[in-house]
């Protein structure tokens, strides 16, 4: 996930790398506020203006709930499901899901994947998500990937976002993204060897893009958002160029040893915007974690895991709800506990952005009970804060250029 999904107009300002994963994504602190006129939904998860990433983020707070093991607010899957438009997709966000979806509203593949994911996780939506994975699939361009808009060039952030769509609804592309995810793996022997390029330059050269590589691994070991820790490969954490065209699973070994070099020094990835100052990428650095986990490479992950228990949760307060998600599904990747993340507990920290959980809610209602009686009041509380209930970004973007 990484934060976590650009949003449209931090894709548009990095188009180098494109769509993460929903393209995986991390926004800057800072993102504005809702204009005077908006009404934030009771449904919504954040503060934050929800015009570029409001279906991005709300789909990332559901998968991270359903991985830490709580139950999503019915009103908050059911403003997702009500985002969608007639023919399946979804929009980053309309602020009147009743009026019907025309030329104006701009519907995107990372929005409608990345909610294909969540609906699928959060349960009673099975109709929507069909509808949604049959838009995907009549979208699909003919070098078997997907762009950010129907019609718009392949990016890797892109297709791996769907891929992960199609892999959570059980379904299956018309034409195969891989060969696609192979072709734009940086040859070993060049400059950034192992990692995948967001998409070739009009000279058809691969430049080595982290953010479209941790997308680009989740992808070609057919797996999403949520994943756990894979079987550590007998091959070691190295690229390796082969005399054929690349497997799947080759692109995801060399594409999790790039994220391993690249990290192996400070412990984390570096953002790299046009005309900004270089900075820690919390949200690609947590991406990098839950696709090295995927791909086995467990041990390659604990010093970027560290480094973010030890960093992030500034971060993270400060974005949002998106980058509270993509931290916890780091933390699941790994094994790891969310309600612990370096002192932090992040599915607290998450749940405190919308509304409470319907186990959240639940444990309010006997915390009331148990005051009037007198008795167990710190036993509920205590309890209350480990399943997730608590105080209180934008997973919105997925990072959609982020160039390493």
């Known amino acids: 996930m990484t934060v976590l999904r650009r949003t449209a107009g931090v894709l548009a300002a990095t188009a180098v790398i494109g769509t993460a994963t929903p393209a995986t994504t991390a926004l800057a602190a800072g993102t504005p506020s809702p204009s005077a006129s908006a009404v934030l939904p009771s449904g919504l998860y954040g503060s934050s203006d929800p015009k570029y990433d409001g279906v991005w983020r709300q789909s990332l707070a559901l998968l991270a709930q359903r991985a830490a093991g709580v139950s999503p607010a019915a009103k908050a899957v059911d403003w997702l499901a009500g985002q969608q438009c007639a023919d399946g997709a979804f929009a980053a966000f309309r602020a009147d899901p009743t009026a019907a979806c025309d030329t104006k509203v701009t519907v995107d593949t990372n929005s409608t994947a990345a909610a294909v994911q969540a609906l699928k996780a959060a349960g009673g939506h099975d109709a929507a998500a069909g509808r949604a994975v049959t838009w995907l699939k009549s979208v699909q361009n003919k070098d078997g990937g997907w762009g950010y808009t129907p019609g718009s060039p392949s990016d890797t952030n892109s297709t791996g976002v769907v891929v992960g769509a199609l892999a959570a609804a059980g379904a299956s592309a018309d034409r195969s993204p891989y060969d696609l995810l192979a072709k734009w793996s940086v040859p070993c022997g060049q400059d950034g060897g192992g990692a995948l390029a967001y998409q070739p330059d009009k000279q058809g050269k691969l430049t080595a893009n982290a953010d479209a590589t941790a997308a ?13 820790a894979g079987k550590a490969p007998a091959e070691g954490p190295a690229c390796a160029d082969s005399d054929k065209a690349l497997s799947r699973q080759e692109v995801a070994r060399n594409g999790a040893a790039y994220l391993a070099a690249a990290m192996s020094g400070t412990g984390h990835l570096v953002s790299a915007l046009a005309g900004a100052k270089p900075q820690p990428d919390y949200g690609n650095t947590a991406d990098a974690v839950v696709a090295m986990a995927a791909q086995g490479w ?6 970027p895991y560290a480094w973010l228990e030890a960093h992030a949760a500034r971060w993270a307060e400060q974005s949002g709800p998106a980058a509270y998600a993509e931290l916890i599904l780091a933390a699941h990747a790994m094994g790891a506990d969310p309600r612990d993340f370096g002192g932090t507990n992040l599915v607290t920290a998450l749940n405190a952005t919308g509304p409470a959980p319907r186990a959240a809610a639940a444990e309010h209602a006997g915390e009331k009970k148990e005051k009037k009686s007198g008795t167990g009041v710190w036993w509920i509380v205590g309890t209350g804060l480990v399943a997730g209930i608590g105080i209180g970004f934008l997973f919105s973007g997925r990072r959609k250029q982020r160039q390493l």
């Open 216 to 228: 680009g691994v989740l992808a070609a070991l057919g797996e999403g958002f949520v994943t756990t």
């Open 298 to 303: 467990t041990e390659q992950a604990r010093k």
